[in-house]
RNA sequence: GGUCGGGUGGCCGAGCGGCUAGGCAGAGGUCUGCAAAACCUCGUACAGCGGUUCGAAUCCGCUUCCGACCUCCA
């Protein structure tokens, strides 16, 4: 089965069939970094980086851009008196706009490094392309899609709408009602239609972000960023493009209008738009106060949850559920997640353990492992379904553990079984998932900590044999304390930390 | 108000015409000095009402509730 995308688009899923064979390049809409990620945004990363992971899995050459956006995005009201987030943050906190740039590019880059997701491959700031940005306004306006009113260029979808078919696709909207907007807006006298939106801002005095261009001293607007970059470092049309659901209108609609109006076309063939996490029912926003950060949940710190919960689980929490549904997050779903993810990396762990001398390869428990596993990446390609592929895993689970305790012999499976099984479940956890084994975190001094803790079971176990148990289990006790877990099997005693 | 998307077992969350995921919680069991952990086994639910069909959680209509977008947001 070939891999399918959900379109937004066309809204079908379609086959994916990439532009240039065995390439592929892809843009997603990265943050505006005014102030620090919450975790709705992360789940959007996470689950483009999934995307990224799994088309070169498929053995894809993905060129993966993502951008930045330090300039433009404007507070309030577009095309009004509105000001520019990044220039706002640096005037009330008196320092340079690109300190406000820099200071939450830094907290970003940090919270994606402990979600594990990969680096896109190149990474441009709306600030880096401002020459790109005034000469596409140049094209815009030299193919009469963009005019000038008092210093600022405004691109005119009226037009665009008479000339192409284009305009409102992605988001469904109705271009008569686009057009007759009736909202009170400042500043609709420099337009000619409601729907035009700027391209190209003047400044006023406040404006720090401020360049020289033909019309004005003055900033690119916020939709052009995204137009240029994709342009220039995936060429006019490339494969697929990536972001909130929140951005498809007006952010993409209006991108889409730029690259027509400068280009001649619609720049991506697969749109594809990751939905909304949401915190006690309702969208999280950075704007209104219903959001919770990353660094929180990893703390605990914040009323919504009752302990912190790391990094890793948060990620299993997200492919737990499809990038297109809607994922509500609280304290009950979050500790499940934990549950379950340390299930999985535990079975994983007992995999790592179990070999047979047996190379023998058509053993029920291999076809078993072989069809669940080839089941868990057909989910994946249709249209990353991570929930099902992650559930796929889970049917394993119980094999394995047999596996482990003798319930199934692990000869009678034979040793190209197990190959499968870890070969798997590396792949999806580690490769696909970018899940990771966080008790590595801990700089390396796991050996030391694990030398120590063969030693003190030592001990303990001594004392059982001498059916000393107020010194057996206050040495169960005392580590409990300090939350570290023993756990007495059948062939001795085991630890792990607690989460 | 307009547009779109949803309401699935105690909770989260897949599925989207027949094969009735998965996780967590819960119940029973194994193990254990006790306990915990771990492991094994167990769940026929699809907002309501009509309709289409041999057959509907899945399609259609109505009702109702919720959310998103329409204004800055991933």
């Known amino acids: 089965m070939s891999l399918k995308i959900q379109n937004s688009i066309s809204g079908t899923k379609e086959v994916f069939q990439p532009i240039h064979e065995g390439r592929i390049g892809m843009y997603v809409c990265g943050p505006t970094v005014y102030s620090d990620v919450h975790i709705g945004n992360c789940r959007t990363f996470v689950s483009f980086d999934i995307i990224y992971r799994y088309l070169m899995y498929l053995g894809y050459k993905v060129r993966y851009v993502r951008n930045i956006t330090d300039v433009g995005h404007l507070e309030g009201d577009a095309d009004s008196n509105a000001e520019d987030k990044i220039s706002k943050k640096a005037r009330l906190e008196q320092i340079e706009p690109m300190e406000i740039v820099q200071r939450y590019s830094n907290g970003f880059h940090d919270i994606m490094r402990r979600f594990n997701t990969l680096e896109p491959s190149i990474e441009p700031r709306a600030t880096g392309h401002i020459l790109e940005q005034i000469e596409m306004v140049e094209e815009i306006i030299k193919r009469g ?4 009113a008092n210093g600022s260029v405004y691109f005119d979808t009226n037009k665009l709408i008479q000339e192409a078919d284009i305009y409102g696709k992605l988001s469904g909207r109705k271009v008569e009602d686009l057009l007759v907007e009736t909202r009170d807006l400042k500043n609709q006298g420099e337009k000619r239609h409601p729907s035009d939106f700027a391209i190209w801002i003047k ?35 490339f494969d697929i493009h990536g972001g909130g659901n929140d951005l498809k209108f007006p952010h993409h609609e209006n991108e889409i209008a730029q690259n027509y109006g400068a280009c001649g076309n619609t720049p991506a063939n697969y749109w594809i738009h990751s939905n909304m996490l949401l915190l006690n029912g309702k969208k999280m926003s950075k704007s209104d106060g219903n959001n919770i950060t990353p660094t929180e949940l990893f703390t605990g710190d914040s009323d919504h949850i009752s302990k912190a919960y790391s990094p890793m689980v948060l990620r299993f929490f997200f492919l737990q559920a499809h990038y297109g549904s809607t994922l509500d997050l609280n304290d009950t779903s979050l500790q499940a997640a934990e549950k379950g993810y340390q299930r999985l990396m535990e079975a994983y762990k007992t995999l790592l353990e179990l070999s047979s001398a047996n190379p023998k390869s058509d053993s029920p428990v291999a076809i078993e492992i072989e069809q669940t596993i080839q089941a868990a990446v057909e989910e994946m390609n249709d249209d990353f379904n991570t929930p099902k592929a992650l559930a796929r895993l889970f049917e394993l689970i119980p094999t394995i553990n047999k596996l482990s305790d003798g319930q199934l012999n692990v000869d009678d499976a034979g040793q190209y079984a197990l190959d499968l099984a870890k070969k798997g479940f590396e792949d999806l956890l580690f490769v696909v998932f970018g899940l990771k084994k966080e008790t590595e975190d801990h700089n390396g001094h796991m050996d030391q900590l694990d030398g120590l803790m063969k030693l003190v ?43």
Request: charged letters at 35%; hydrophobic letters at 30%; aromatic letters at 10%.
């Open 203 to 237: 400044a006023d005095e406040r404006h720090l972000l401020r360049w020289n261009a033909p019309w004005s001293d003055g900033f690119p607007g916020w939709h052009l960023e995204c137009s240029v970059m994709s342009t220039k470092y995936l060429g006019e049309r």
């Open 457 to 499: 079971i030592d001990m303990r176990q001594q004392a059982r044999e001498n059916k000393d148990w107020p010194t057996s289990d206050k040495i169960r006790d005392t580590l409990n304390e300090i939350k570290i877990d023993l756990k007495d099997g059948k062939d001795g005693t085991s630890w792990a930390l607690k989460a």
């Open 145 to 148: 899609y963009g005019y000038e």
